[in-house]
């Protein structure tokens, strides 16, 4: 039955594990929280049939994951038994997760580890698409994404495949609220400010943009200090009658 996995002591310790499991004749409902678990992972062939299911309780289940990624050899397996892995590391209200913290954070950079380097294929993608469409970020986890991304800087490439990926898009009045609301106070560095002018430079706005404009600007009064800056930058600059 473990013909699918190699002979590491990894291996030994599932099979003494899923053995010693199955002589204790659980049940649910007797008291004990347990959780289903493939002995063969399904990526790997396993089905739903008796023979292949064994009841194990939250820790055992974590640690069997654990275990998995070394008992197989071949990469795409093992990339499938991390990402299992790393699903293991969230609990929810049907799943409860016992292990330390350090467990959790090895098995999530094990799985990044993984990801160097590999390709999504346009299946992957758009399945990935499909399954978070109409999801929202709780405001804990838009915080953490938040941290994660502070100090990153994205790559010429990655730039230019947001941008590609956003033209044409149009944003609703509800997000340019929220990006209008998030960016109240935020002051541009100075190195910013530069990058900004130097991509609008030689760049014409269309009527529409020029209306829009006008119309945002309409009833707002600038502060003595955005005055003094605008006064400023047209010292030295020469007006033309037409």
Excluded at 11 to 34: C, E, M, P, W
Aim: with cysteine; net charge positive; charged share 35%.
């Amino acid at each position: 039955m473990y013909t699918q996995f190699n002979k590491s002591k990894q291996t030994l310790q599932y099979v003494h594990s899923i053995r010693k499991a199955r002589r204790q004749n659980r049940r649910k409902g007797d008291g004990t929280y347990y959780e289903r678990h493939h002995i063969i992972p399904k990526c790997m062939g396993g089905s739903d049939a008796k023979s292949n299911l064994v009841l194990l309780t939250a820790d055992e289940h974590f640690r069997a994951h654990w275990l998995l990624p070394d008992m197989v050899d071949d990469k795409n397996q093992k990339y499938k038994m991390l990402c299992a892995l790393n699903r293991m590391t969230h609990s929810n209200s049907a799943q409860k997760r016992v292990g330390t913290v350090q467990l959790y954070a090895v098995a999530r950079r094990k799985r990044s580890e993984a990801m160097i380097g590999r390709k999504l294929t346009d299946e992957n993608r758009a399945k990935l698409i499909a399954a978070n469409t109409g999801r929202k970020a709780t405001a804990e986890t838009r915080a953490k994404m938040s941290v994660t991304r502070t100090g990153k800087k994205r790559s010429d490439e990655t730039k230019a495949k947001i941008s590609a990926a956003n033209r044409g898009r149009k944003i609703t009045a509800e997000t340019r609220a929220k990006m209008s609301e998030s960016q109240k106070g935020k002051k541009h560095t100075a190195e910013t400010i530069a990058k900004m002018s130097e991509t609008q430079k030689g760049k014409k706005p269309t009527a529409e943009t020029r209306a829009k404009m006008s119309e945002s600007q309409k009833g707002k009064k600038h502060t003595a200090e955005t005055r003094a800056k605008i006064s400023a930058a047209r010292k030295g600059k020469k007006c033309f009658n037409l």
